[in-house]
């Protein structure tokens, strides 16, 4: 939350694209922000989000009709690396932030050092949920291509890969 503080204040725009049932919106509204909204496909989920009195939409990303340059912050948690087409998800999100607007991602990163270890056994594989990987060389081309050019990519310890790369090895090796 320190870190979102950076980029957004009480009314900044953030959306949450694959929202689910509104975890990370909760708690950007338990910060104060106002002007939130989630898009997800799963009407179960987007349930959930609306009983939590924040907006949201249903649907596809790609289908989401706003205004150019609308948002402050756009957030793809754990989304992109279950998308079809990621280029055309990331050109939409540049579309729909504001030039000084900000999009973090969280995904697997597939030169993690659990990955390495853990091969075929690696948590953050999730095969066939998981349409694309992603490294940093070819997630900055693709924001490159997308037309973000100040890129910031951090590696923090995601230890539920880890406890999952385990748990899948002590599975198939049982």
Request: a positive charge; proline letters at 2%.
């Amino acid at each position: 939350t320190n870190e979102i503080r950076k980029f957004v204040g009480i009314n900044s725009r953030v959306l949450d694209v694959g929202c689910g049932i509104g975890l990370f919106l909760s708690k950007l509204k338990s910060m104060g922000l106002k002007n939130i909204e989630g898009i997800d496909f799963s009407e179960k989920a987007v349930g959930e989000v609306a009983s939590k009195g924040i907006n949201y939409h249903l649907g596809a990303f790609l289908q989401f009709e706003k205004e150019m340059q609308y948002y402050d912050m756009i957030v793809m948690n754990n989304y992109l690396e279950h998308t079809l087409d990621p280029l055309e998800e990331l050109k939409k999100a540049r579309f729909l932030l504001k030039n000084d607007g900000v999009l973090i991602c969280e995904l697997p990163n597939f030169d993690s050092c659990d990955r390495v270890l853990f091969g075929r056994y690696w948590g953050g594989n999730h095969v066939p949920r998981h349409t694309f990987q992603f490294n940093r060389n070819n997630l900055i081309k693709l924001l490159n291509q997308a037309g973000f050019t100040r890129i910031t990519i951090q590696y923090p310890l995601n230890t539920s890969h880890f406890a999952l790369s385990i748990q899948n090895y002590f599975q198939r090796n049982s």
